[in-house]
């Protein structure tokens, strides 16, 4: 590994990295951790993993490994090829999907999705998606002389999700 390379933050996979160092920059990851390892709690102890106390529990680094990479937005496929690894989609649809689910209440299908719910959700820094301003200016001519000019009609359909 060359000197200007950087090691995984996360310390859980020996890659040059420095997608993360930028996620960590443009996300709110501390907070966003926090509520995903709460999640991860109560997830646990719905299934039996745990009995005694409902406490945070920390996501393994691996996992902060995957979330870093997809809140950068690689695909699955494209974070198998760099952490030499496969079957990713199967442990992400288990654990971050499934946690994001409940963060959301929406259905994490695919990486794409994960990314823009959490983006929605407030965890990127600066303007979200909610807080974008949406501005639409639409001119028409419509001939003074014409005979359907008081029963014309305009709609515009809009879908912004």
């Known amino acids: 590994m060359a000197t200007s390379e950087k090691k995984c933050p996360a310390l ?26 709460k999640v991860k709690a109560e997830q646990d102890f719905e299934d039996g993993k745990i009995r005694d106390k ?3 529990r ?14 950068f937005g690689f695909s699955v496929e494209e974070i ?16 971050l999907f499934k946690y994001s689910e409940r963060i959301t209440g929406k259905k994490i299908n695919n990486w794409a999705q994960f990314k823009l719910y959490m983006e929605r959700c407030g965890y990127r820094k600066g303007r979200s998606m909610e807080e974008e301003v949406l501005e639409i200016n ?13 029963s014309m009609l305009v709609k515009v359909n809009l879908a912004l999700d």
């Open 12 to 37: 859980s996979y020996k890659i040059s990295c420095h997608e993360c160092l930028q996620v960590n920059s443009e996300w709110h990851l501390d907070r966003l951790l926090k509520d995903l390892a």
């Open 54 to 56: 409902l406490e945070a």
């Open 58 to 71: 920390e996501l393994s680094v691996h996992q902060i490994c995957w979330l870093c990479l997809l809140l």
């Open 80 to 95: 198998e090829a760099k952490l030499k690894r496969r079957q990713l989609r199967a442990d992400l649809s288990r654990t």
């Open 138 to 150: 639409l001119s028409l001519k419509i001939p003074r002389n014409s005979s359907t000019y008081d």
